[in-house]
């Protein structure tokens, strides 16, 4: 609460300085209340201009959240706290330098654990001309840790720089290098990276194009092993690369081609610096953690062709392999990915649009025998959708999916293999949707599906394993506005599902097992005060019963009991005073009231205040 | 027509077509899957996720009985798990990340424990949070679980036991093939000095 205060009073004290907000200034806070939560967010950037030199420029991202007695019908409330801030000094030296000063603080904690980072910084940037650029930082830094252990402070000096350089090469293309480090060195935690960058881009026309981008990252830091633990240390090492390369290309016929490349490879070496008697046997299991790495590679290539505006095909394959060496071999792994698709999109008339989407792919997972192949896996995906649509009038039109979708499951082991399976998903759904002069509008959607699981091995009788869950549903929605101010919108959503199992007799039919029954009612308003003031609202109503079904033997019949109810109420109103999408003051509140058999019942409420500025 | 000279002769970009070929020929078939071992036996306790209940019934089955191809039915792709604060272990871990890294945190978990079947062991229990009540929607639910994991190390004399205890709030969603799987998963510490799920994660990464 002292942080926020203190946020406050800087962020007073800099709205009423003098000198003119510029563009880039925005100011974001959001406050929700829940029966037992409370959450502060806000992100804000203000940066003032007091004379052609000088410049202020305020930071800040923040997020409270407090529990009331958190966890298990306790007694505690607990805080948490996660914030970032700088408010930084600039003054103009000419047209080509600027000098400044900074102050910035990061928190984050949880009583009792806590960290906290500030810095004090001198800048300078110079950018002698548009291609090139150089920033540095210099200060000093304090790091502070609370746990329940005590409070331990660590201090040193920090160094920031960044150099760009860019360049455009009339028979080459463009040429951008970039270099970066940054250097804290903590007393006990010291921490240094440097960053190396290349991109090279030749343009040859309107589709021929190649890009090369090069990135090589070293870093070194000394952490805390146990973040409750005021001794203990380690060092890690990072060593990490990555290469991207594409390739376009118009070919004869109108054929336009694209290949990507990426490599990206990670190896991290790990130290214990010191060890308390707390963390040996932490550490003991830690060991695989010494060094590890971690690389794949990914090629993808696309060939695509448009036949004027009428249709288009594009074909595509991805071929990815990478693998993880931690030197331990139940946690290394290797992973190879083949995948083709394509796509056909049609139009065949002003009304009509189609698009037919296809991919199948295969994930192989291989791990070392002393696991006992036991993650040894395939992934098959498999995928074709259709969406379709038809405008009969202007008001009137229909839109179409449909897909089939397949995920096969294939582990290698034995042990594992009982439940290798296929799941087939078919899915339709229509929707056609009316918009009369005025804004009355109509919606109706119907929602058709089914979904197969077919296991490879039988577990018990011939066919008892393999399952069905269908389901259909209906949505209807009417928007109805009685007066230019005044809109109600009108829904209601019928939902059928069933579930069992599938036996073989002479064809496959469903045994089943349960079925559910949902209807959802809704009626909600917006109504418009002024031109920037509008107030909303509506009340929502859902009832689901679930029933199995349960075979008689006595009576030869099969009876349905209805096993869970659930039954909710929700109203929900809300307050928006909107100068346009980015100045806004809103208040949401809603109250959910459930009750049923075998669920959770009770009653909770939300509210929410959300305020929004840019200058 | 301009840049039409970029890879202008006809031999580079039939070489071209031919490299592609050649290496698209020598990669992984993506139609094709390995065969799979006869089964030895009943793996793990599992049901068809067709309520979010069962999800999580699933969940703590393939982590106790350690059957990934199990746990694995339970993440949708898009799946983040996000831990609350701290999390001990190694600088540049995010305190987020998705499916497939859930999916290898988990195999390696299993893997470890399989591998030291005889010195090592974890126990899962999940209960309902008494102080939240769960939110059930027509395709979307959201559950609050108390859970401990006991982790005990049988070698030593007498054995050692380490709890991993928190709250898991836990956002379901059923997905284009009608399964109810994670979209979500908040992890909060119990208390800052008992380590959480994800402290127990996140020493596999």
Redesign the interface.
Known sequence: MAQLRRLFSILALFWLGGGAFTRASQVQFNFTQGNRTYSLTDSLLLERNFSDHWKLSLTNQSNLLLVKKAFLGGTRDRLQKYATSQIALGYQLSGTAEVGVALGREITSTDPLGYALSRFSGMLKWTPRNEFSLTTLLGLADQSKDSDLGKKGNSGPHWRSQVRWQKVLTKVGSVHLGASQNFLELKRLPARESNLSAALERKGGLADSLTVELHQRWAKKTYYFDERALSATARQNVNSSFIDGKLSRRWPGDWLAAFEYQYNRQENNYRPESVSDVLRDTLALDLQRRKNILWNQEVRATVGKQLKNVAGVTLGWHWEKGAEDYGVNFKDQRRETGELSGTVGLRPSSSDTVAVFGSIGVTSYFVPPISGFLSDRDLLNGTVSLSAGHRFSPYFDLKLTGSRRLLKQIYLSGRYSANNRTTDNYLLAPVLSYRFPGGFALRQGFNLGANYVTFDFLKTSPNADHTILRQASSASEMTLPLTARLAWILGYTYRYEDFGGLLWRDQWVEQTTWDRRTNIVDARFTYQWAKSLGVSGGFIWEQKFTYDHVARLSTNTIERIRSLSFIRKTVTFGLTYALDGANFLRADYQRRAQSGSGFSVGDTDWATVSYGRTF | ???????KRPTS?TAVIVS?AL??GA??????????????????T?S?P?SPDLVLRNLLFSFNER????Y?TCFSSDFIYAV?????????TSRSWGNAAEL?LA??L???A??HVDSLNYVLSLA???????????TLAIFFR?YQILQL?LKPQPP?TTVYA??ATFHLRQD????WALDRWDD??????IPSWGDLKA??R
Not at chain 2, 27 to 44: I, Y
Not at chain 2, 67 to 70: I, K, L, T
Not at chain 2, 176 to 179: I, P, Q, R
Request: with cysteine; net charge negative.
């Open positions: 027509m301009p840049g039409s000279n970029f890879l970009a592609l290496l698209v990669c992984k078939n993506p139609f094709s899957t390995r065969e799979a071992e006869k089964p030895l036996g009943q793996t793990g599992w068809f067709a059957v990934v191809a199990n694995t609350d604060f701290f999390i001990s272990g190694v600088p540049d290898e195999s390696k299993f893997n470890f399989s591998a309902p949070d008494p102080s939240r009540t769960d939110i059930r929607q027509d108390t190390r050692e928190g709250v284009s093939f009608n399964f909060q510490h119990q208390s800052s000095t020493s596999f």
